[in-house]
């Protein structure tokens, strides 16, 4: 049986936290200028799933305002190392930052994916989501 994870939200000066990463975790390699970067803004924000000192699970999400609405989160992705997914990690990450973006006094959360994602549906309807018809367009800059 695999040891429990610890699921926390990383903080500026955390960096050292995402140097033991498990492949798959991450869609690419963490670029210390980036990382330093989005831990530095107060409105990016990281969760992370910890076992045995290893980072094997992530989401990250942005937390935002317009003059019009109450804050609102985008939560950008969730990402489970291939060999811990199927654990509830997903789900315990998405708690831990949907119980974030209340404390931020969000009033919603919102997050994009694949009609054919399977995967992520079930988490994020397993987490509470209700399925929004949307249409992602997007812009090379």
């Not at 200028?33 to 969760?47: M, P, Q, Y």
């Not at 694949?114 to 800059?141: M, T, W």
């Amino acid at each position: 049986m695999n040891s429990p994870v610890t699921i926390r939200l990383l903080n500026e000066g955390e960096d050292s936290l995402l140097e033991e990463v498990a492949e798959g975790v991450f869609d690419h390699n963490i670029h210390p200028r980036w990382l330093g970067e989005f831990l530095a803004d107060t409105r990016h924000h990281l969760a992370v799933a910890v076992r045995e000192g290893q980072v094997v699970g992530m989401t990250s999400a942005v937390h935002y305002v317009h003059p019009d609405k109450a804050p609102e989160l985008w939560i950008n992705e969730v990402g489970v190392a291939t060999e811990h997914q199927g654990q509830g990690i997903g789900k315990q990450l998405m708690a831990a930052m949907l119980a974030h973006g209340r404390a931020l006094g969000c009033g919603e959360a919102w997050v994009l994916t694949g009609q054919d994602n399977a995967a992520a549906r079930a988490l994020y309807g397993a987490a509470g989501g209700k399925e929004q018809p949307a249409l992602l367009v997007s812009f090379r800059l």
